[in-house]
């Protein structure tokens, strides 16, 4: 029984990750209406730019990560003006194939300006566990989840108590009448995908001390949040962490306890869980079914 | 016959001559590399009657090509099957593959589609590592000195010509590429062509014009998958070896890109996109060593082409020829 629970929490470990960037992928999603194919791409970037900081340039840990955040803010809104802006009103095809460009752009920089090589990212947290009632529980874990929590939860008040927030959203579900009262839209669009690009940082720089750092690091933990996000609902900010952490969980459980899917079908298992949900429940668990009129 | 009809005609039967007489005056390296230029056409018209002509976009058809590749890995070397057999099969296989997933992804919308066929193309050589006992697993299918391999060891003899392997290879693949064009060409200007049309300009008026949206789609996944399980099958046959990083995410990546750079939804414009594909990375090494190269070219002309020439290669000529038409009409008096 305590190998399950152990299971447990870092599979929600794990799922804070993914909820991380379900999340960055909700919020482009609301934002521009597409998804955002680069958004792991993106992660590893600040994730490189983190690594670069702390040992190229002697910073310790969390003033780096501070840095990391800002510059990948900065870099988030700034791709949004110079790329997606002037296909925002296009068919979605065209959007999802420029961030399809980004992604491909994106990593080849970080081969071309760091090579390929893997890197080892050092943690954060202190390496030990502690154990509660036979339960040991690697610090590293704990640390990742705080971490995440603390995130959503600053964001969500974010939204929820600040009139940019607020503005934000306005422009997201209903853009004309947004500008009809003083809100300047393409400006509140650049700053969802700043934001997304933030929580895409926090993502990859939780991950990489458990997984080793190299241009490919989040493509599959991308794919994870793909299916987060889908089965909390691609248009819900809560669906995306809850999907995180359920599929987080899951994942850890059906690899550890089901020796056909082992530690190689988890992917496919993803690919599962995306299509069985798109085609049972399209609207995710807490998102809203769609009326299309004709 | 119509006009556009006859100088379609002319335009491939310039293009087959050219072809056909290519490998005399290239090296065989360079007869080589066009080969490769061959499988991807193949695979680019069959991603292009999919995304150019049915609106439903694909980011997975790197898996189709793997399944038509094992087809002929598996068929050549467990069953001894000659290589050039494989491929009929090769395309029924994946034919039927792309069919079954048609079925369930006609009901994804496009987002969701582009969602959906990237993570099949994510999860692809993870799945075939997991059945090693089938695929090889990771070390992969070696195919080379085989004797279901043709022209490998020894040249073939063909109509009087002695040819070695990449001169095999190279006319092999364009034979392919060629009847898949026409075969392609003739699918698109028929009823099914039209069908595939009206579902990618507004899936409402499709319907209400009697057109099944659900088998339409379907057919198309199969059509589609077909072309990319040939081009599979030529690859592997190209590279004399599979293993899972033959099919890796970026190649189906990449052939969207080649779909873009062409030009949506034009057959002829696919040959500039399968050229750019085989020969972008060779360009790229001209602007820096790195092997992220490529990649940051790829990536950088596939958002120029979005942002600034949507009609891609087809529609710059398009464009051209408005411009001089133009101009011809100007000099009337």
């Known amino acids: 029984m305590a190998q399950f629970f152990q299971q447990v929490v870092s599979g929600l470990a794990s799922g804070g990750v993914y909820g991380a960037l379900a999340l960055a992928l909700v919020l482009i999603h609301r934002a521009t209406g597409v998804i955002n194919f680069a958004q792991g791409e993106m992660a590893t970037f600040s994730t490189y730019i983190a690594w670069t900081l702390t040992t190229n340039h002697g910073m310790s840990y969390w003033p780096a990560f501070a840095v990391t955040l800002a ?82 939860v600053v964001l969500w008040a974010f939204f929820q108590f600040t009139k940019v927030g607020l503005a934000l959203r306005a422009a997201a579900v209903n ?29 990859g720089m939780l991950t990489a001390p458990s997984v080793f750092l190299d241009p490919n690091m989040m493509q599959s933990v991308l794919i994870y949040a793909f299916a987060a996000a889908v089965l909390g609902g691609i248009d819900s900010p809560v669906g995306a962490v809850v999907g995180g952490l359920i599929l987080g969980v899951g994942l850890n459980l059906v690899g550890s306890y089901i020796d056909f899917v082992g530690a190689d079908l988890r992917l496919p298992v993803a690919l599962l869980v995306i299509l069985i949900v798109l085609l049972v429940r399209p609207a995710g668990l807490f998102g809203k079914p769609q009326v299309k009129k004709v | 016959m119509s006009r556009t009809t006859l100088r379609t005609l002319i335009v491939f039967v310039v293009v087959g001559i050219v072809v056909f007489a290519l490998p005399a005056f290239v090296t065989d390296f360079r007869a080589q590399q066009f080969s490769y230029v061959g499988i991807y056409l193949v695979a680019l018209i069959g991603l292009d009657i999919l995304t150019g002509y049915t609106g439903q976009i694909s980011l997975g058809h790197g898996a189709f090509m793997a399944i038509g590749g094992y087809t002929t890995a598996i068929l050549m070397t467990d069953h001894g099957v000659k290589d050039i057999a494989t491929i009929p099969i090769a395309i029924v296989v994946t034919g039927v593959a792309g069919y079954l997933f048609g079925l369930p992804a006609a009901r994804l919308s496009g987002l969701y589609l582009a969602l959906a066929t990237f993570a099949i193309a994510v999860a692809t050589p993870s799945v075939i590592k997991r059945f090693e006992g089938f695929t090889g697993g990771g070390s992969g299918v070696n195919l080379f000195g085989t004797p279901e391999l043709t022209a490998s060891l020894t040249p073939v003899r063909f109509a009087g010509l002695e040819l070695n392997f990449n001169n095999w290879l190279y006319y092999l693949a364009w034979s ?45 996944f199969g059509i589609s998958a077909a072309y990319a399980g040939a081009a599979g099958a030529l690859f592997a046959i190209a590279t004399t070896y599979v293993n899972p990083d033959t099919f890796p995410v970026a190649l189906s990546i990449f052939l969207l890109v080649g779909v873009v750079v062409a030009g949506l939804g034009s057959l002829t414009g696919l040959i500039v996109g399968a050229v750019f594909i085989q020969f972008m990375p060779l360009w790229a090494q001209n602007v820096s060593k790195s092997p992220g190269a490529p990649a940051v070219v790829y990536g950088a002309i596939l958002i120029l082409v979005v942002l600034a020439l949507p009609g891609g290669a087809a529609g710059l000529f398009v464009r051209l020829q408005q411009l001089t038409r133009r101009g011809r009409n100007f000099q009337k008096p």
């Open chain 1, 71 to 152: 510059v990948s803010f900065v870099g988030g809104v700034g791709i949004h003006q110079a790329v997606i802006r002037p296909v925002e009103r296009g068919s979605q095809i065209r959007v999802v194939i420029v961030t399809i460009g980004l992604l491909l752009l994106l990593n080849g920089l970080m081969t071309w300006i760091w090579s390929g090589e893997v890197r080892a990212v050092q943690s954060p947290f202190p390496g030990g566990t502690f154990t509660i009632g036979g339960v040991a529980i690697a610090y590293q874990d704990i640390g990742t989840i705080a971490v995440c929590l603390a995130a959503v």
């Open chain 1, 175 to 203: 853009p004309a009448e947004a500008r009809l009262v003083g809100i300047r839209v393409p400006l509140m669009l650049g700053l969802g995908w700043g934001l997304a690009a933030v929580l895409g940082a926090i993502a």
């Open chain 2, 176 to 220: 392919v590429a060629m009847v898949g064009y026409v075969i392609g060409w003739l699918i698109l200007r028929g009823r099914t062509g039209r069908a595939f049309r009206a579902v990618r300009d507004s899936e409402t008026a499709a319907v209400s014009s009697g057109v099944s949206l659900a088998r339409t789609k379907a057919l198309a």
